[in-house]
Nanobody, 121 residues
Framework: QVQLVESGGGSVQAGDSLKLTCKSS????????AGWFRQAPGKEREFVAA????????YYEDSVKGRFTVSRDNTKDMVFLQMESLKPEDTAVYFC??????????????WGQGTQVTVSS
């Protein structure tokens, strides 16, 4: 079956960096757009970033533009999210997503289990 497994979350201070990694299995990963969503307590799951099937195009939510970088390595069936200049408002559970049809959470076909990112001021 399809599995997306995230790693790299943790607790950091404002201004620090983190890199999230997602490993896919059971999926022809290189055929699909992949990316990241996040969900803060009491809030809906929201789009963060996505990368096209070949890595040629990337898309970002406005609040993370210039701070986050999404990338992929199709030889390893992995997608990454490099996060710089983290802010307390970036605190959330971050979910890996594959086969995104658009930026809505209900338009994603495959999800990881999530990894917690906590940013302290």
């Amino acid at each position: 079956q399809v599995q997306l497994v995230e790693s790299g979350g943790g607790s950091v201070q404002a201004g620090d960096s983190l890199k999230l990694t997602c490993k896919s299995s059971g999926l022809a990963f290189n055929l699909y757009m992949a990316g990241w969503f996040r969900q803060a307590p009491g809030k809906e799951r929201e789009f963060v970033a996505a990368v096209s099937w070949n890595g040629g195009s990337t898309y970002y939510e406005d609040s993370v533009k210039g701070r986050f970088t999404v990338s992929r390595d199709n030889t390893k069936d992995m997608v990454f999210l490099q996060m710089e200049s983290l802010k307390p408002e970036d605190t959330a559970v971050y979910f890996c997503a594959a086969d995104l049809l658009d930026y809505r959470a209900d338009a994603v076909n495959y999800w990881g289990q999530g990894t917690q990112v906590t940013v302290s001021s």
